[in-house]
């Protein structure tokens, strides 16, 4: 329709398109079947309601296409157009394929390399920690902020129960990946915003995890342990603890390995397996399997 190729088929193409997803969007607005619907993915967000007013723009604009679908011509010959749609299609099909066995050419996520996933330290503010005490006699309830609450005083301790506590932190959440070690400690923050480098592999389907690559995988503990790096496994699974167990009896890994959750995960690296390096908040790199940077690379990528 831009460049007027075939502009009959396109009209009739478009128009169809446009009427299917015209009453699709229409019953996702309505009924909210699919909550986050949109259709520019992450790159721009809108609503269900915004989509569907979206297509009825462009449906209004189809119309006098429509209208006027005798008089759209074009002067070029009939098989040069096919021609050009041909190679448009082409670099169309070409351009999601590579997307699709790559990274994408455009990152939309907040992931992107070069961003920084934590506040800034200086503009950090204060978190603060509260612990929830009951009285053994009444039960009345009583908040402090920890440590100031009378815990040196015996007959005051003797008299009150801990029942909760909890944690105000002020600070922004640029994300939502929390990584547990096998203890449960949250190790989110030594990883990502350390001052040591962190070499993170990842794995959003443990078990349909190409074991060719675990060799590699293997190459990368080994570098970031010679050069005092951090390195992590990241996976995701259904059965977990099975499928981690399964994974170091095949491979002998001696390396970390730490279940998160699969979304998150997909969000920073669409790729099983991934890799990407993290160095004082700040995503340094990060890489489809197909484009796995050489071991040997790695130490001029991290210093630059």
């Known amino acids: 329709l831009v460049f007027n190729t075939l502009p009959r088929l396109a009209t009739l193409g478009a128009t169809l398109l446009m009427l299917f997803f015209t009453v699709i969007t229409y019953f996702d607005a309505m009924y909210n079947v699919v909550p986050d619907c949109g259709c520019f993915g992450s790159a721009v967000l809108m609503s269900n309601w915004q ?29 040069l157009q096919f021609g050009i749609a041909i190679v448009f299609a082409g670099l169309f099909t070409g351009f999601q394929l590579y997307n699709l066995n790559h990274l994408p050419v455009i990152d939309f996520m907040p992931w992107k390399v070069g961003n920084k996933m934590s506040v800034e330290e200086s503009q950090r503010k204060p978190v603060v920690s509260y612990v929830i005490y009951q009285n053994n006699q009444t039960g009345e309830r009583q908040e402090f902020i920890s440590p100031n609450y009378p815990y040196n005083d015996s007959v005051w301790m003797a008299n009150w129960t801990f029942v909760d ?13 929390i990584i547990l070690d096998d203890a449960g400690d949250d190790q989110t923050e030594y990883l990502f915003n350390g001052e040591t480098p962190s070499i993170i592999a990842t794995s959003f389907k443990l078990e349909k995890l190409d074991m060719d690559l675990a060799p590699y995988i293997d190459s990368l503990y080994h570098f970031a342990e010679n050069h005092g790096m951090n390195f992590v496994f990241l996976v ?4 977990a603890e099975e499928a981690i167990a399964a994974f170091r009896e095949k491979t002998g890994a001696e390396y970390d390995i ?7 995960l997909k969000m920073i690296v669409r ?28 130490n001029e990528i991290i210093q630059h």
């Open 51 to 79: 989509t569907f007013y979206k297509n009825i723009i462009l449906d209004t604009i189809l119309i006098s296409l429509i209208f006027n679908n005798k008089q759209l011509k074009n002067s070029i010959s009939i098989p």
């Open 271 to 298: 790729s099983n397996p991934g890799l990407f390096i993290m160095k004082n908040g700040v995503v340094v790199g990060k890489w489809h399997w197909r484009d796995f940077p050489k071991i040997e690379q790695l």
């Open 258 to 264: 730490f279940n998160v959750d699969d979304v998150e």
């Open 236 to 239: 995701a699974s259904e059965n």
């Open 165 to 177: 506590s909890r944690i105000d932190d002020p600070n922004p959440r640029l994300h939502n990946m």
